[in-house]
């Protein structure tokens, strides 16, 4: 993965949230954590949630997951690509053995 990508990770946690009406504080309660650091450092694109606390935050914010992250999403799947053509622009340059 790019090196760029681990800076800050780009996300909507904050708009999700807000566009919902909750606090950092309400959010961590209905995700079972005792403060609402975790849920600070998520937004701010310090670190990611686990994929569970991704489906919970999903669930409270009544989005899918990857519309939490798009843009990580689409960075993501645009280094996955571009590692896919190489990968076939390899394969096709490879002679096959007559087996």
């Not at 959010?27 to 569970?52: F, N």
Request: aromatic letters at 6%; one cysteine or more.
């Amino acid at each position: 993965m790019k090196e760029e990508i681990h800076k800050r990770l780009p996300n909507l946690l904050r708009r999700y949230r807000r566009s919902r009406g909750l606090t950092q504080r309400d959010v961590a309660k209905l995700l079972g954590l005792r403060t609402s650091s975790r849920i600070s450092k998520w937004e701010s694109g310090a670190c990611l949630p686990s994929l569970a606390n991704a489906f919970r935050l999903s669930i409270v914010y009544r989005v899918l997951a990857d519309a939490l992250f798009v843009d990580l999403l689409r960075s993501l799947r645009k280094d996955i690509n571009e590692r896919e053509r190489k990968l076939s622009g390899e394969r096709e340059t490879v002679p096959r053995s007559t087996e």
